[in-house]
């Protein structure tokens, strides 16, 4: 890690060595991983930059694992995509999608799975672990193939089997933990304290949570070198949010992009939304939720990086949204039949935002905004079933011309 | 011996309640308090929590019990 220099933390500002530690031991404050931002300007330019590898790790030098050590799926350097048809609908002329869909296990996960993996292996973990309901566990258990070290996924019993196949299929050990969402929360930050274990988003979390910057640099290199005027971003626990908005910064710090004026907005399902009623109440202090939403992979009730998103909001003078269920199935709708991308449940809700903001005409139309769409559809088809309708027939041409000639009607 | 990092998050009505000294009391545990807040309508506590297994966990479903919402110190460590 030749560019790190240390664990800060969130709070009291202590520093303390580059450990897999995610909590100051003085007053349990978030570290964040510190880095010689001097030496990174030194090698890194947008030439280094666009001869490193087609993936996240053509940004190794602002990611706190060794490069030569990584654990690389080939996740990042996904598209980003001029949105002109859902930017007609919505009256944006500069509309663009980040379209992490297409990550190799179909959500950002692997971002910030890929940077954990390898520090794991930098500190000589034999195990990778996590907690999860989906689109994690599926990227931690194809990180822990790759890497060909053991991997442990814990869920709750009562989820679907279903949910984990795209993590099953993987082979990591999976544990069904009975009892309520707290008491599979409490546990598992338990075993990650007592067993030696890599707990992607637990002991590792201060480098795991750095691999989101990349959706930050990677925008502002597709869109030609420059921070978008508008970044739409969904939100469970808060903290791609964050980093997102830490990765323009650090670009512009190391001299590669203008100083950054983007407008941030988290969006949340209204059914987990601790971090817009916070925003919309005024205060930077999160009060729990229980989550109830179909957006799934955004169910976090007590946010990790809560505080951290609305400081973010208020540098950035961005805001904040929910929007319900209907309005997230409606979105996912119109973002599949407008631009031809099939986003999870989490998609519906930057779309939904997307559409509030610009019905108020929070965005103006020629301003550069970049929506962020994190975890395919295929995960979440329950959500949009309804859509299978079709136009039933006997198999005769007959019949067929019959049937097309009411459906054009 | 476990030592278990806690967030307790109090309701308004529950604020002015005793609770950590009365988990010191009522239990095995040495309380080690980090960082606290206290709002109008809510208060939250950052703590350390050591004794046996068992006794941490009896302590934690007391809390519970009173209403306080006990929550690990990183957050929710579940994601979707």
Known sequence: MPYTTALRCKECSRESELLPVNVCDFCFGPLEVQYDYDAIARVMSRESIKNGPPSMWRYAELLPADPENRVDINAGLTPLIKADRLGKALGLNELYLKNDCVNPTYSFKDRVVSVAATAARDFGFDTLACASTGNL??????HA???????????????????????????????AVNGSYDDVNRLCSEIADRYGWAFVNINVRPYYSEGSKTLGYEAAEQLGWRAPDHA????????????????????????????????????????????????????????????DTVAKSLAIGNPADGYYALKVIEDSEGTGHAVNDEEIVDSMKLLAQ??????????????????????????????????????????????????????????SLRDFEDAIKAEDA | MAKVRVRFTFASELIQEPIIWSLGREFELVTNIRRANVEEDQGWVVLELEGAQDEVDRGISWVTSKGVRVDPVPGDVIEG
């Open chain 1, 338 to 395: 407008t631009e031809g991308i099939f986003a999870e449940t989490a998609g519906g809700v930057t779309i939904g935002v997307l559409r509030k903001l610009a019905a108020k005409g929070l965005i103006g139309k020629d301003e550069v905004t970049v929506a962020y769409i994190t975890g395919n559809g295929l995960k979440t088809q329950e959500a949009v079933q309804d859509v299978a309708q079709t136009v039933n027939i006997n198999a």
């Open chain 1, 145 to 175: 193939a790759r890497a060909g070290i053991r991997c442990y996924v814990f869920i709750p019993a009562d989820l679907e089997l279903g949910k984990v196949v795209g993590a099953a299929i993987y082979g990591p050990t999976l544990v």
């Open chain 1, 137 to 142: 566990a599926g990227s931690v258990a194809a």
């Open chain 1, 232 to 291: 739409i971003v969904p939100a469970a626990s808060g903290s791609m949010f964050t980093k997102i908005w830490k990765g323009l910064n650090e670009l512009h710090d190391i001299g590669i992009i203008s100083k950054p004026n983007t407008k941030m907005h988290i969006a949340q399902a209204e059914g987990s939304s601790p971090i817009v009623s916070a925003y919309d109440a005024g205060i930077k202090d999160i009060r729990p939720v229980r989550p």
